[in-house]
């Protein structure tokens, strides 16, 4: 097909004037999690055709996400939202989750990686096991989605018959990794979130040239402080660590306002948009970019989250 008739084809989504993703098949990880939940309820507002919303097991906080399907399928009836419970360190669980995919819908257009282990506070508290478990929720999700996730997205499709059903007549996807802006600073909780999230960030920017020709991006989302609703009246610091950002609330309100340009504290659904934007036609010639959404706090300086 000629460039310049695929790229002003109806059917080619990514170019869509209004941003919309009908058609689109997407897998979001993490979404039980705030800000994985905030992404699954953007792409769906955006309009995709089917989110696989994947818990990290079977009875893991079931509550949260039929509570999440439920809401989403009378806001958005005509995007069916999958609770699919996928390992994302796991190698064949990932192959798995994309021939589930491949087989019900012929296509992937979007994958959202949004994991996160924060670990131990400090570098005497570290051991090379909570290393390597960092690595292996932070960085090896993002690695699988880079390897796996273009072959799938390459494939093209016709139109199908089930709600936002729209032909698929040209290569293309967008894989968004979620991370932190510990991937580029120093000092965000602890060691091991660092150098994990780095690697993280790594994924991402090798990840340009390897997707050369095929019609996939790849970019970043790195957040900063977000209150993703952690009450540290009621954690205790193992609780904490499991998490995938630093509670806000280890910041006094003062400190805040001194350190963020925006004076507060970021919402999950304001990463969700950003996550929509980069899914969307609206970043069409954004890749190998990484987005902060911190509020302007790495500017004024680098982010440090006190323990």
């Known amino acids: ?103 019900a819908w012929g296509r992937l257009d979007i994958w959202v990686s949004s994991t996160g282990l924060l670990g131990p506070p400090s570098i005497t508290s570290t051991s090379p096991r909570d290393l390597t478990a960092a690595f292996e929720t932070n960085a090896m999700p993002a690695f699988f989605a880079l390897k796996y996730a273009p ?38 909780w602890g060691p091991a979130f660092t150098m994990a999230t780095h690697a993280a960030l790594g994924v991402v920017r090798s990840g340009v040239a390897v997707l050369k020709g095929t019609g996939v991006r790849i970019n970043a989302i790195t957040a900063g402080q977000i209150d993703v609703g952690v ?18 609330r280890l910041q006094s309100e003062e400190v805040v306002k001194r350190v963020v340009g925006l004076e507060r504290a970021g919402r999950p659904g304001e990463v969700g948009k950003v996550a929509g934007f980069l899914a969307s036609g609206f970043s069409s010639y954004i890749t190998g970019a990484e987005i902060r959404v911190d509020g302007g706090a790495s500017v004024m300086n680098p982010l440090t989250v006190p323990v």
């Open 231 to 248: 009450d540290l009246k009621g954690a205790g610091m193992k609780e904490m660590e499991q998490g995938q950002f630093p509670p806000s």
């Open 1 to 103: 097909m000629d460039p310049s008739t695929s790229t002003s084809s109806e059917h080619f989504s990514p170019y869509r004037a209004d941003g919309k993703l009908y058609g689109f098949v997407c897998v979001v990880t993490g979404a039980t999690q705030p800000v994985g939940q905030a992404i699954v309820s953007e792409l769906a507002a955006h309009g995709a055709a089917c989110i696989y919303a994947c818990t990290t097991s079977p009875d893991s906080d079931s509550s949260a996400i039929d509570a999440l399907t439920t809401s989403l399928t009378t806001s958005y009836p005509n995007t069916k939202v999958i609770s699919y419970p996928y390992n994302t360190t796991s190698e064949e669980a990932t192959l798995v989750l994309i021939d589930d995919v491949l087989n």
């Open 151 to 188: 072959a799938a997205m390459q494939k093209t499709t016709p139109k199908g018959n089930y709600a936002n059903a729209a032909p698929k007549d040209v290569a293309y996807g967008s894989i968004i990794i979620v991370s932190s802006v510990a991937g580029t600073y120093g000092g965000c």
